[in-house]
């Protein structure tokens, strides 16, 4: 039998404890005290003082831990994949899509969009799926591999959790409607840059406009912190009810999350409820 090497199993329990951070928090990496002094070569005691760790001064939640404030990452821009060009100024998108009057004009009046670098990289243009009058929106961050490939957004495994949440709570896929901020998907699966949701939100409000939903429902901390213009974790978000577009919004976890972390199954089913909760009284 096989003995499995103690370092390559402390770097895969380190691996998967850094992807539950940036699930919950984001880009922001938060460390004890003690822990940057050490960094910085400072002598430290094995004994750490209260004092020297802040906390939140609440009770711990899903994911909460000891942290201070640090400064988040900041992550660079993408090299414009056009070698400089303006594609905005290249391209000039018909503006009669404004004036869609159901999704199949929508789509087929956006869907050659090349107003962001996205639109070079494509394989499909991922508009969205499911029921035109659907009283509640799924809404993701962006395509993935599977959606790049196939054009349709939540596929591949993830998507078949997705079809499971919804089957718990009574609801079909041709129920709702689903759909991400950008519709196109980034390189190597990326969070959306600004520029991007710049150029691909009012495609998800016009999309919003013509299918008049009662309830949203984000799926992952990016696509609530983008849809809601916020850097809360998704701990917070998902405490909450919140308005987008005069439409009420819940937050709960990407799919792909929970196929990664099962512990999140039970909490993210709370979410599911209480939104299904909300969906009747609406």
């Not at 050490?38 to 760790?53: H, I, K, L």
């Not at 699966?189 to 939100?201: G, H």
Request: with cysteine.
């Amino acid at each position: 039998m096989k003995v499995e090497n103690p370092i390559e199993s402390t770097l895969k329990d380190a691996e998967v404890f850094l992807r539950q951070q940036a699930e919950l928090y984001g880009d922001e990496l938060y460390l004890p005290k003690v822990f940057e002094s050490a960094t910085r070569g400072e002598a430290t005691s094995s004994a750490v003082p209260s004092s020297s760790v802040e906390t939140d001064n609440k009770p711990a939640d899903q994911g909460d831990s000891l942290r201070s404030k640090t400064k988040p990452i900041k992550v660079s821009e993408e090299e414009n994949l056009f070698d400089g060009t303006d594609t905005k100024a290249e391209w000039k998108i018909d503006p009669s899509w404004q004036k869609s009057d159901s999704l199949e004009t929508l789509n087929s009046g956006i869907s050659g969009c090349m107003r962001c670098p996205l639109g070079g990289t494509r394989k499909n243009f991922v508009f969205g799926v499911g029921n035109p009058n659907a009283k509640l929106v799924l809404i993701g961050e962006a395509p993935g591999a599977d959606e790049d490939e196939q054009g349709e957004p939540f596929v591949g495994r993830a998507g078949q959790l997705l079809n499971k949440i919804l089957a718990a709570v009574q609801l079909k896929r041709e129920d709702v409607y689903i759909c991400n901020i950008l519709k196109c998907r980034p390189p190597n699966n990326r969070d959306p840059l600004p520029q991007e949701v710049e150029s691909c939100e009012p495609y998800l409000k016009k999309q919003l406009e013509i299918i008049k939903p009662k309830l949203i429902l984000c799926l992952g901390r990016i696509a609530g912190q983008t849809l809601l213009k916020t850097n809360a974790t998704l701990t917070d978000l998902r405490k909450n009810t919140y308005e987008y577009q005069g439409i009420r919004v819940l937050v709960t976890f990407h799919p792909a999350a929970l196929l990664r972390n099962p512990n999140w199954k039970r909490p993210a089913w709370e979410d599911v409820q209480a939104m299904r909760k909300l969906y009747d009284e609406l």
